[in-house]
């Protein structure tokens, strides 16, 4: 019996060997075939014409490019640590090929301004297959030229007036008080939980002007189940993550297209006068046919996206940076509480336009959105042949802008890993700072995510002191605190309020 196992095993090794041999072989052949077609040499024009060329650096493996390093560097706290290698090596601007396509990656501010700036004859969104199938065919992350310029129009200038900007407001309020009223001392919070849920309830009523309730509760579920399928393996079949996450986007559709029914019959009883109360509205009054059905219960449920995750985990960065830096968090708390004291005093509530004066708040929200990079950056595919400042970014090439490395960069932002609100007092927010990308698809909701974050500090700092357990940022696939971000958090004092102007703190 062991003589058997032996045996086995030493014939199981031999072959094993093989394999390896073999594999490794065909690798380093199809490496070469592989270097000789995408040319992984310098290709700098010499002659004496304008250097107009391919960036330089590497495609990497066969099939697989550079990803594998690309994703461990991801996963690692210094995700910028992959293009930092080859900014070294190769400059600024590289070439790679990342997730199946042939890319040039741009850590040039300039380079991705122009990248941001252009239209779709040069370049055209690009996203990862699991993600493109998900989304509705006709969402505003997909769709290009005059389609895309009117729908982002008419959502943007909703999200900037001052109507939404006070609804937001008042239901932020609502939403955070009800949810803090429930914490108890010593008890701990998961501030990434409970950001997630105040944040979805008050985009959803922004959306579709759906309350809390049994509806919203099977919409979030279903939302979730959405959710998890963005970054799956882009496999269709049932029992794959993606199936179920299509499935749960049918349900949602099917709600929402219910709620468009509903408003378009109220608006052929009665002509839909006064301003718009959600986007729905929005989109319905508009006159254009192109804004079918169809097409806005897609974009609905895509707009819910950033409710769910990038305006909580800005809030939640925020609270762990501040956490880390007392200082910081103390001259915010006295920021906050100066406020809340003087309209207390007037016997006011506090406006949108009180939030968005807290000149501290507005530059915590700023750093820790430089130092978050919640978006990491954003991919375009070239249309055609494209040259910007002297590199060539063939058509059918992508291009990735790499937000990160610039808001890192120790040129542009001195001890740019060190967590300093105070740097934004005298700095500009320039060309070099685009956590809300830039150009045509400029963030339409980026003072919405400023205003719920800063709702929610205000309420947090000058209701709560907290203590932090350990905690820490992941990266990838969507930035996140790993453990949720718990805190244990105790309630200050009521009539510390009378005794604020003495004693803050
Ligand atoms: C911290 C929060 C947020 C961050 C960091 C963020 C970041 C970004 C970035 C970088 C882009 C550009 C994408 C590209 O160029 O391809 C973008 C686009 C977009 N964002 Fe946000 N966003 C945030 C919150 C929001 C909110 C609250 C909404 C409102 C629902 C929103 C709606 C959109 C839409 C609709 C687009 C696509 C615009 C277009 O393609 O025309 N975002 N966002």
């Known amino acids: 019996m062991d003589n058997l196992s032996i045996q086995f095993s030493c014939s199981t090794t031999t072959t094993t060997l093989a394999t390896v041999i073999l594999l490794l072989s065909t690798l380093v052949l199809l490496r070469k075939y592989w270097k000789r077609r995408h040319g992984s040499s310098p290709s700098r024009n010499t002659t004496t014409n304008p250097p107009i060329s391919l960036p ?7 099939f697989i490019g550079e990803t594998m390093e690309f994703i461990s560097c991801a996963y690692s706290d210094r995700p910028e640590s992959f293009m930092d290698k080859r900014r070294r090596m190769y400059g600024e601007v590289f070439k790679s090929h990342i997730f199946g396509h042939s890319t040039i990656v741009s850590t040039d501010a300039e380079v991705s301004r122009v990248v941001l700036q252009s239209d779709s004859k040069n370049f055209i969104p690009s996203y990862p297959r699991s993600l493109t199938e998900l989304m509705g065919k006709s969402s505003i ?12 129009g008419l959502i943007g200038s909703f999200f900037k007036s001052s109507h939404l900007k006070a609804q ?26 409970e950001t997630k849920s105040i944040a979805f309830h008050v985009l959803v009523k922004a959306l579709i002007s759906l309350d809390p309730g049994r509806e919203m509760q099977s919409l979030k579920q279903d939302f979730q189940q959405f959710i998890a399928g963005l970054m799956s393996m882009p496999i ?16 949602m559709v099917r709600f929402v297209q219910k709620v468009i029914q509903v408003r378009m019959n109220k608006s052929s009883e009665s002509s839909r006068a006064g301003s718009p109360k959600d986007v729905i509205d929005v989109l319905l009054n508009d006159a254009s046919e192109q804004l079918t059905v169809d097409l806005i219960s897609d974009n609905m449920i895509d707009l819910m996206i950033p409710g769910e995750d990038s305006v ?24 906050n509480m100066n406020l809340k004291r003087q309209k207390a005093v007037l016997g006011e509530p506090l406006s949108w336009s009180d939030y968005m004066s807290l000149s501290f708040t507005q530059n915590v929200i700023s750093e820790t959105l430089r130092m978050g990079n919640i978006i ?16 060539l970014i063939p058509k059918g090439w992508c291009v990735f802008t790499y937000f990160r490395s610039v808001h890192l960069d120790d040129n542009l932002y001195e001890w740019p890993y060190q967590f300093c609100p105070w740097r934004w007092q005298e ?12 150009g045509q698809r400029l963030c339409p909701g980026l003072d919405l995510a400023r205003l719920e974050t800063t709702i929610f500090l205000h309420h947090f700092v000058t209701q709560f002191r907290w203590v932090a357990e350990e905690d820490c940022i992941v990266n990838f ?19 510390s309020l009378a005794q604020l102007s003495s004693n803050p703190t």
């Not at 330089?56 to 066969?62: D, F, I």
């Not at 997909?142 to 729908?151: A, F, T």
């Not at 939640?316 to 001259?331: G, N």
């Not at 696939?477 to 009539?495: A, G």
Request: glycine letters at 6%; charged letters at 30%; one cysteine or more.
């Open 56 to 62: 330089l650096g590497t495609s990497g493996w066969p």
């Open 141 to 152: 992350l997909l769709i290009n030229g005059n389609l895309q310029r009117r729908v982002h």
């Open 168 to 193: 937001i407001t008042l239901d932020m309020q609502k939403y955070v008080q009800e949810s803090m009223t429930l914490w108890r001392d010593d008890q701990l919070i998961y501030i990434q939980d």
């Open 376 to 391: 990491i950056g954003v991919m375009r595919k070239a249309m055609r042949d494209v040259e910007i400042k002297g590199y």
């Open 312 to 335: 909580p985990v800005l809030m939640t960065l925020a609270v762990k940076y501040l956490s880390d830096c007392p200082r910081a968090l103390h001259q915010l708390m006295e920021e």
């Open 236 to 251: 269709n079949m049932p029992g794959t993550q993606l199936y179920r996450s299509l499935q749960a986007r049918k349900r």
């Open 477 to 495: 696939p969507t930035v996140r605190l790993k453990r949720r971000m718990p805190v244990r958090v105790k309630r200050r004092r009521e009539r």
């Open 427 to 438: 700095k500009e927010m320039g060309s070099n700072f685009t956590p809300f990308g830039g």
